[in-house]
């Protein structure tokens, strides 16, 4: 059980585009998820939280207006990384709970790479 | 500011030989502390949660323990297919619900 699912694994773009990352709940509904950045030999950082039907709330340092994360249902959430640059490479991972449980369970994360 | 420290950064061991990874924590009212491991190229995969001082909790060749500071994840007779990344995290009180990682242990168990 807890399984979250991340689409796509990879992703190359060109600098100045957009790409979206899905995350999904496949075996229990998410109230809550998370989305982390990893960068290379660095741990894990949050970006954003969001709940179900509600506005994200990002922390200090992360701009909203770049990265734009609907979490439209209970298994569902996404990010959408508008206006790619090569600094936004990084390793994204999205992380799942569910009402009354603090345990966080991970995606198996999507590396993007912006030319 | 919530502070997670993970002790040592690298460490290196002999099929069978027993250690333990250090976890200190400081954070405003501790809602829980996490243990994840976390393969290369792969999200972190759920180990343990520990909620309160004196709780531990066990699962094959891995024992985690807590205390008011610290946490530890004791290997015993570790296999190669234990080599990987081991993350502690901590989440904090105040209805904040993301957690605050540690920069992790990098684990190698040599056959």
């Known amino acids: 059980g807890a399984v979250v699912s991340q689409h796509p694994s990879r992703v190359i773009c060109k600098s100045g585009t957009s790409v979206k990352i899905e995350c999904r709940s496949l075996d229990f509904q998410a109230t809550t998820m998370f989305w982390y950045r990893q960068f290379p030999k660095q741990s894990l950082m949050l970006m954003a939280t969001?709940?179900?039907?509600?506005?994200?709330?990002?922390e200090q340092g992360v701009e909203k207006d770049k990265f734009l994360i609907n979490h439209a249902s209970l298994t569902l959430s996404t990010l959408t990384v508008t206006s790619a640059h090569p600094e936004d490479s990084s390793f994204y991972i999205c992380?799942?709970?569910?009402?009354?449980?603090?345990?966080?369970?991970f995606g198996p994360g999507t590396r993007l790479l912006v030319l | 500011e919530d502070q997670v420290t993970q002790s040592p950064e690298a460490l290196r061991l002999q099929e069978g030989e027993s250690s333990s990874l250090n976890c200190s924590y400081t954070v405003s009212g501790l809602r829980g502390l996490f243990w994840y491991r976390q393969d290369p190229g792969k999200g972190p995969e759920f180990l343990f949660t520990?909620?309160?001082a004196g709780e531990e909790k066990e699962k094959e060749r891995l024992k985690a323990t807590l205390t008011k500071k610290e946490s530890f994840l004791h290997i015993t007779a570790p296999k190669p297919e234990d080599s990987a990344t081991y993350l502690c995290a901590v989440l904090r009180g105040g209805g904040a619900d993301g957690l605050t990682f540690g920069k992790g242990t990098h684990l190698i168990i040599q056959p």
């Open positions: 520990l909620y309160s």
């Open positions: 992380s799942a709970s569910t009402t009354g449980k603090e345990t966080q369970y």
């Open positions: 969001s709940n179900e039907g509600s506005k994200a709330t990002y």
